[in-house]
């Protein structure tokens, strides 16, 4: 075989290979991209948002207690550490974070769904806490108790219920 044959039987298989190598290399590339977007569902970002919510049970009630810190929450504090390290930015106050989102009626409550309260029955929101499915609730709300799961049914958040907001896409 003379050298001109020779090269161009080598520059096909040379461009063949790196026809199928990009073609093989990009579909793994869009593959897992198509199938994270299809697993990082509503659910599962509310099951982590309550999982992070969990690793502070426990830790004291301060009113007014700053955001970013860990070592103290007040209600809304806590709701908008949480939120955050899932990816979801919330406004300070419970009265500002009550204003974002989709309202959500008692009745279809879901999993990481914001609860809102006017305990003080002033006509003024002043407690937020996150629905955990089942009746529950995940919040922080007095000194001496401290980030807490209550029963959400008949209790003085329910019986004080201003408004649910969705804000998990």
């Known amino acids: 075989m003379n050298n001109t ?3 161009h ?3 096909a298989v040379v461009g063949i290979s790196l026809t199928l190598a990009v073609a093989f290399t ?4 869009v593959a897992p991209q ?3 977007a299809a697993t990082v569902s509503s659910t599962s ?3 982590n948002v309550i999982a992070t919510g969990k690793h502070f049970l426990g830790v004291r009630y301060q009113f007014g ?3 970013g810190k860990t070592n103290a929450f007040d209600c809304s504090s806590f709701t908008q550490y949480v939120f955050k390290q899932n990816g979801i930015n919330l406004p300070r106050s419970s009265r500002q974070q009550a204003g974002v989102g989709t309202p959500v009626s008692k009745s279809k409550l879901q999993p990481g769904d914001l609860i809102f309260s006017d ?3 002033d006509g003024v929101i002043n407690h937020v806490g996150i629905y955990m499915g089942n009746g529950k609730i995940l919040h922080t709300y007095k000194v001496g108790i401290g980030v807490t799961i209550s029963n959400f049914a008949g209790s003085t958040w329910d019986r004080t219920f201003v408004t649910a907001r969705r804000v998990i896409k």
């Open 5 to 7: 044959k020779k090269n």
């Open 119 to 121: 305990t003080n029955r």
């Open 26 to 29: 990009g579909s793994t590339l």
């Open 45 to 47: 970002v509310a099951n």
């Open 34 to 36: 198509s199938a994270h």
């Open 9 to 11: 039987l080598g520059k």
């Open 65 to 67: 207690a700053p955001s």
